[in-house]
């Protein structure tokens, strides 16, 4: 049983995206004291600004990925 859940699609696919989601989270938490020794806290204000516009803005460019394609 267990192991024709390890050899599921399911179970790769989710290992995948899981994987690269703490990968994806972790580059921001290590790059933190890079950004707080070299950034003013004007510049840090700046790139925070930044990724909340990012964050806004990509569900709506996700939307029209697949538009093209139906």
Excluded at 32 to 57: A, E, N, Q
């Amino acid at each position: 049983m267990i192991s024709r859940i390890l050899s599921s699609s399911l179970f790769r696919a989710s290992g995948i995206y899981t994987i690269s989601a703490v990968i994806n989270s972790s580059i921001p938490f290590l790059m933190m004291p890079i950004l707080t020794r070299f950034l003013t806290p004007t510049d840090y204000g700046i790139v925070s600004m930044f990724t909340v516009l990012v964050g806004i803005v990509s569900p709506f460019v996700g939307l029209n990925i697949h538009a093209p394609l139906v």
